[in-house]
């Protein structure tokens, strides 16, 4: 069984910070990439970033320059730094990892973390 706990959602004004953070536990052998994706209401669930083993980062398009992935292997824990918060980044964020869990390789999500972002 895997699980991941994520944490730091909530209500913030435009232009203002949130950080995200989800540790993920359970009979993981090895964490290969860790991500947030976003899905806002009406809307598909989108890749928001994502941050391999080794650190290389993938960020959408429209949160490029005010989002930052970053991971704590030690810890199994992955976290979203988010600035310049806009109302369109308002979503359920989610966190992902593919994970080797004993002979398997599988994607897990947490359960959603509501970010809203609003005047």
């Known amino acids: 069984q895997v699980q991941l706990v994520e944490s730091g959602g909530g209500l913030v004004q435009p232009g203002g910070s949130l950080r995200l953070s989800c540790a993920a536990s359970?009979?993981?052998?090895?964490?290969?990439?860790m991500g947030w994706y976003r899905q806002a209401p009406g809307k598909e669930r989108e890749l928001v970033a994502a941050?391999?083993?080794?650190?290389?980062?993938n960020y959408a398009d429209s949160v490029k320059g005010r989002f930052t992935i970053s991971r704590d292997n030690g810890k199994n824990t992955v976290f979203l730094q988010m600035n310049s918060l806009k109302p369109e980044d308002t979503a359920v964020y989610y966190c992902?990892?593919?994970?080797?869990?004993?002979?398997?390789?599988?994607?897990?999500w947490g359960q959603g973390t509501q970010v809203t972002v609003s005047s």
């Open positions: 992902n990892i593919r994970a080797v869990v004993g002979w398997d390789t599988r994607d897990y």
């Open positions: 359970g009979s993981i052998v090895r964490i290969l990439a």
């Open positions: 941050i391999t083993r080794g650190d290389s980062t």
